[in-house]
């Protein structure tokens, strides 16, 4: 664990804050998902259940209260993990099936030598005060004890504010595949991959 002056940086989600990281990881990307997870009860839940506290690393206020997370994918799962199993489970077998195969053309493989970033938020109180760049180290530190030579994530095009940190942070694009028809469900048209060498 690594303290600094306002927050520390902790592998996985304290028992706790399972509710908190769900709620968060809603708010950020609901815009994107809302359309094909709706309704957002429904959605919640789904993701509470799926969340995989092991493919986490949170920054926790002094306080206690949970500031963002960054969470990751390997070989053995992701952050948001839940199958078609899990979908059907949630939204009936119909409902599960189809919203699957739609998101399943979100989906990234992993590439072996690097770590896959599945997703960082920040709370909206925690923005601005370098939560997020935190995280991104604590995942870089992360991707050498596996023994990884980069990090890899994808960036959409409607959030300019996030490119720009990861560019600070060290992150190159590589190439930008567009959304093609989905665009108009998920809300953004093109999506950059980007990597940071180690």
């Not at 989600?13 to 609901?30: I, N, V």
């Not at 939204?91 to 599945?118: C, H, I, K, N, Q």
């Not at 960082?120 to 923005?127: D, G, L």
Request: overall charge positive; glycine content about 12%; charged content about 20%.
């Amino acid at each position: 664990m690594t303290t600094l002056p306002s927050a520390s940086i902790e592998q996985g989600l304290r028992p706790g804050h399972r509710r908190e990281a769900t709620a968060l990881f809603w708010e950020a990307f609901k815009g994107k998902l809302a359309l094909v997870m709706q309704p957002e009860a429904q959605a919640l839940s789904f993701i509470e259940n799926a969340v995989d506290p092991a493919h986490a690393i949170s920054a926790v206020s002094n306080q206690g209260e949970l500031l963002g997370v960054a969470g990751f994918k390997t070989s053995s799962g992701g952050f948001v993990g839940g199958g078609m199993a899990q979908l059907c489970a949630a939204y009936g077998p119909v409902g599960g099936f189809w919203r699957g195969l739609v998101l399943s053309t979100l989906d990234r493989p992993v590439e072996a030598g690097s770590l896959l970033m599945d997703g960082i938020f920040v709370s909206a109180a925690a923005r601005g005060q370098g939560v997020g760049t935190l995280l991104l180290a604590a995942v870089k530190r992360k991707a050498r004890d596996l023994g990884a030579t980069s990090v890899r994530l994808d960036v959409i095009d409607s959030n300019p504010r996030a490119r720009a940190l990861y560019e600070r942070e060290g992150f190159v694009a590589q190439e930008t595949s567009e959304t093609g028809l989905f665009g108009h469900i998920f809300g953004f048209r093109s999506s950059t991959r980007m990597s940071c060498k180690l």
